[in-house]
């Protein structure tokens, strides 16, 4: 008897854990920071003049971006990319800074993040981060 009732409260621990982990998941924020140190705030965004190298962080330390895109938009069209999906969490914008006007928006879409499965775990909204230009 003594088995049985361990064995279940066994389960039910690894499910209040699974369950647990899944709701921190799905709480899951991105932030971009300027050079690696301060925060850039998504609603004011960031000078034209100035295109820092950005760094994308998670709020959970467990996860990291592994690879993204980054596209620099104007009205509903993109003027200038990349050119490939970017590996690592940081990338310089400073190539843009010519092209950059005041109105238009980075747009990141995050395509590989180490601690999750993105396709499964992730929603769409936050896949997509928006930097909008001064």
């Known amino acids: 008897m003594k088995t049985f009732a361990a064995n279940c409260l ?7 854990v699974s369950s647990f982990v899944y709701v921190i998941k799905d709480e899951i924020s991105f932030s971009v ?9 998504l609603e004011k965004g960031i000078l ?12 959970d330390k467990g996860i990291s971006v592994k690879k993204f895109d980054i596209i620099l938009a104007r009205g509903s069209r993109p003027v200038k990319n990349s050119g490939k999906t970017i590996s690592g969490n940081e990338f310089d914008l ?3 800074s010519v092209t950059a006007k005041s109105g238009d928006r980075i747009v990141i879409e995050l395509r590989e993040v180490n601690g999750i499965e993105i396709e ?13 230009i001064r």
């Open 10 to 16: 066994l389960l039910l621990s690894v499910l209040l």
């Open 33 to 41: 920071k300027i050079d690696g140190k301060e925060e850039v705030d």
């Open 94 to 96: 400073s190539a843009y």
């Open 48 to 59: 034209s003049s100035n295109l820092p190298t950005i760094t994308i962080e998670a709020d």
């Open 120 to 132: 499964e775990e992730l929603p769409d909204e936050k896949k997509l981060l928006t930097i909008p």
